[in-house]
C-alpha cells in the first residue's frame, strides 16, 4: 500500500498478556518512530530508528517496553506483561529523513488492557 | 527546553479564515517549525512546515515572524471536515538525541 499500515487496529489484552504491535512503514523509508498517546494527548515519543538500527529508545517507560526493525522494513513494537497504565494508541510513523521532513503515520493501534 | 505553547481550543465558523498561534520562545536556530492534523481515530497528518518568513501551500499558510518565537496557522475559508486537533512542533535534543516534541494541540471546532 501507499501509506504506513499498523495491525491490528485494535487489541483487548488482559492485565499481564504480552502483546505485539506491527507497523508496515512506506517502502523505502529510513526512518521509523513509535508514539504513545493517551486520550485528550499528544503524541508521546517512545523510540527511533535508522533503517535496522535502534538509535533512540529513550521515551520507552520501562523494560517491559522493546521494539525492534530486524531488516529495516517492518517494526515490531512489543508490550510485556501489560499494566492498565498501557492502555493508549500506539502510533507508527515513517519518513525519508529523521528531522525537519514529513512524517506519515498509520491510523494507531488501540491497545486496551483489562 | 523548547516546547510550543497553543490554545487549548478554538471555535470558528464554516467560511471563515481561521489562525492558530503557537509560541516556540526557545525554538532553536537550525530547527523547523511544523504542523500536523489529527482526526478523531487517525494518525496525525502533516499540513505544512516552514523556517522563516512565509510558506503556503494548497490548504494552509504558515507565517513566522523574523525572531521565529511563534509562528500562525492559517486555515482559509475552513469548513465542517477542518474540525480536528492541530499541533505545533518544533524539536529539542534530549540526552543528544533529536526529537520531535508534541503538545496538546488545539481542538478547532467548525460550526455551520
Known amino acids: 500500500g501507499a501509506g504506513v499500515s499498523q495491525s491490528p487496529r485494535y487489541k483487548v489484552a488482559k492485565r499481564g498478556q504480552d502483546v505485539a504491535l506491527r507497523c508496515d512503514p512506506i517502502s523505502g523509508h529510513v526512518s521509523l518512530f513509535w508514539y504513545q498517546q493517551a486520550l485528550g494527548q499528544g503524541p508521546e515519543f517512545l523510540t527511533y530508528f535508522q533503517n535496522e538500527a535502534q538509535l533512540d529508545k529513550s521515551g520507552l517507560p520501562s523494560d517491559r517496553f522493546f521494539a525492534e526493525r530486524p531488516e529495516g522494513s517492518v517494526s515490531t513494537l512489543k508490550i510485556q506483561r501489560t499494566q492498565q497504565e498501557d492502555s493508549a494508541v500506539y502510533l507508527c510513523?515513517?519518513?525519508?529523513?529523521?528531522?525537519?521532513?514529513?512524517?506519515?503515520f498509520g491510523q494507531g493501534t488501540r491497545l486496551t488492557v483489562v | 527546553l523548547a516546547k510550543t505553547t497553543q490554545p487549548i481550543s478554538m471555535d470558528s465558523y464554516e467560511g471563515q479564515e481561521v489562525n492558530i498561534t503557537c509560541s516556540h520562545n526557545n525554538i532553536a536556530t537550525n530547527d523547523y517549525i511544523t504542523w500536523y492534523q489529527q482526526f478523531p481515530s487517525q494518525g496525525p497528518r502533516f499540513i505544512i512546515q516552514g523556517y522563516k518568513t512565509k510558506v503556503t501551500n494548497e490548504v494552509a499558510s504558515l507565517f513566522i515572524p523574523a525572531d521565529r518565537k511563534s509562528s500562525t496557522l492559517s486555515l482559509p475559508r475552513v469548513s465542517l471536515s477542518d474540525t480536528a486537533v492541530y499541533y505545533c512542533?518544533?524539536?529539542?535534543?534530549?540526552?543528544?538525541?533529536?526529537?520531535?516534541?508534541w503538545g496538546a494541540g488545539t481542538k478547532l471546532i467548525i460550526k455551520p
Open positions: 512542533l518544533v524539536g529539542e535534543f534530549r540526552d543528544s538525541n533529536y526529537q520531535l516534541i
Open positions: 510513523a515513517s519518513s525519508v529523513l529523521r528531522v525537519n521532513t514529513e512524517a506519515f
